[in-house]
């Protein structure tokens, strides 16, 4: 008998609303789990998958941001699209007590609150998404529009 899959909050979350998803696992157990080495293993072009940063802007409040894997946030570009002066990375410990994803399983479907989201102005140009489906070894493809809305996101020019 073939063992059920898991469900993680991201699939439950999508599966409520009816968002079509295809599920990708990869091996983790090499280590390499940055966003260029999960891109490769899923066999996808890393322009397609992207990494959820979570930040803090100098109102503290915490924003999101999603970008390509290959990409560094452009921190003042980042501010800018959300209205704050500044913005900095949250220290990882922060991470999980915060959204309840750890490091490398953060996804930006079903964080603990409802942060601001915005996502690099690429997501406009590219027909499939690839982000953390909510844990390590776990991505989750589906439509960027798809996922816009479902995060309440919007887009601007975030890479350096």
Do not use: W
């Not at 999101?64 to 209205?83: H, Q, R």
């Not at 500044?86 to 994803?101: C, N, V």
């Not at 490091?103 to 409802?114: A, T, V, Y």
């Not at 995060?151 to 890479?159: C, D, F, I, Q, R």
């Amino acid at each position: 008998m073939a063992q059920k899959e898991t469900k993680t909050n991201v699939m439950r979350i999508l599966d409520s609303e009816d968002i079509p998803y295809i599920v990708h696992t990869y091996e983790t157990e090499d280590g390499e789990i940055d966003g260029v080495s999960v891109a490769l293993k899923c066999g996808e072009n890393p322009e397609n998958v992207f990494k959820t940063l979570v930040t803090v802007g100098n109102d503290l409040q915490h924003y999101v941001f999603v970008i390509p894997v290959k990409e560094k946030l452009d921190l003042k570009s980042a501010a800018k699209s959300v209205g704050v002066k500044s913005i900095a990375m949250i220290p990882q410990k922060e991470l999980f007590p915060l959204t309840g994803y750890i490091h490398g399983g953060c996804s930006p479907i079903g964080m603990k609150k409802k942060f601001q989201t915005v996502y690099d102005e690429t997501i406009l140009i590219i027909d499939r998404i690839y982000v953390s489906g909510g844990k390590v070894g776990l991505q989750i493809e589906l439509n960027p529009e798809a996922l816009l809305k479902i995060t309440e996101g919007s887009t601007a020019n975030l890479v350096q």
